[in-house]
């Protein structure tokens, strides 16, 4: 596929080269979902702090009330995801333990939806990133615990590392949050070479699920200038719900809750509905 020439520090609009529009196109895999398999996201970009897992955490609890069995991961050493839906990190990542990850996976309050949490145990996490990871293993590790549910959302860490190659070789959809700010496409053209690089080398059933426009304003000229330079490059892939920004989304994770329990009428309860409405239309 064509570079992208990621936004330059102190200009905008985006220097994006335009001979490649439409670059779903491009990343779209040529293989369609196959509706007996779960479908599996990766929430993943490599920018930190763009809604990763406000996003997988806020999705999964929204598909888990559509009633679709769903298993929300957190390989995030962070942890916020596990934070997010009220519960503790384990004491050692549950992804290099012996057991079946089956055996680590946690119930959470909404009863479609299942945690495998995550760990910020300093050894494992070292492990898992460090030159001694192998993707591989840990994609068959992945695998081997995500047969029994409809949908699967993984939480990465803010990374191109170990941890989001394992994640994206076992999925079958990558999520990425994109925020409306100044460097929103900065760093794109390594994330999509990495995503290209695991469509090539996997097994042809990763595909590119969706971009999703995070903290949107649309009280900021930024925000549509963003918003426009998105679509015209990527395309059907952008999701055409957008999730503004809403207070009620930050301050759901410090009650372990989603926003759609913790603000049902809020803007952003309504922004993640929508969007899980979209996912599964989009299927
Ligand atoms: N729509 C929103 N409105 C307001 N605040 C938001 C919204 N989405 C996310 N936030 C806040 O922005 C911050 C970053 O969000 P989040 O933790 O989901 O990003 P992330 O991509 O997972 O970050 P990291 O890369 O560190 O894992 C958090 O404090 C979160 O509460
Ligand atoms: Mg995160």
Not at 24 to 49: D, S, T, Y
Not at 80 to 102: R, W
Not at 165 to 176: G, P
Not at 187 to 200: E, N, P
Request: one cysteine or more; glycine letters at 8%.
């Amino acid at each position: 596929m064509q570079a992208i020439e990621g936004t330059e520090k102190g200009s905008f609009p985006p220097k994006i080269r335009r001979t490649a529009p439409k670059t779903a196109i491009h990343l779209a895999g040529q293989i369609r979902h196959n509706p007996a398999m779960a479908r599996i996201f990766c929430v993943a970009n490599q920018k930190g702090g763009v809604g990763k897992t406000t996003t997988a955490v806020n999705l999964s609890v929204a598909i888990a009330k559509a009633g679709q069995r769903t298993l929300l991961v957190d390989l995030d050493p962070q942890c916020n995801a596990t934070s997010g839906v009220g519960l503790k990190p384990a004491a050692s990542h549950p992804l290099l333990l012996e057991q079946p990850l089956s055996e680590s996976l946690v119930d959470t309050a909404w009863k479609d939806l299942k945690l495998l949490p995550g760990s910020r145990n300093f050894s494992d996490v070292d492990r898992l990133e460090g030159e001694q990871g192998d993707a591989a293993i840990l994609k068959q590790h992945l695998d081997a615990g995500m047969n029994a549910f409809d949908f699967v959302l993984i939480d990465c860490p803010p990374s191109l590392g170990q941890l989001t190659q394992a994640a994206l070789s076992a999925s079958t959809e990558v999520l990425m949050p994109i925020q409306c700010e100044f460097y929103a496409m900065e760093g794109l053209t390594q994330m999509i070479h990495v995503i290209r690089d695991v469509m090539r080398r996997g097994d042809g059933r990763l595909t590119f699920g969706g971009i999703l426009l995070t903290m949107y304003d649309p009280s900021l000229e930024l925000t549509h200038e963003v918003d426009a330079e998105v679509r015209e490059f990527f395309g059907d892939i952008v999701f055409e719900t957008v999730i503004p920004r809403d207070v009620s989304v930050s301050e759901a994770p410090s009650h372990g809750v989603s926003v759609m329990d913790y603000s049902p009428r809020s803007r952003g309860s309504r922004a993640y509905l929508e969007l899980c409405m979209e996912v599964l239309e989009r299927d």
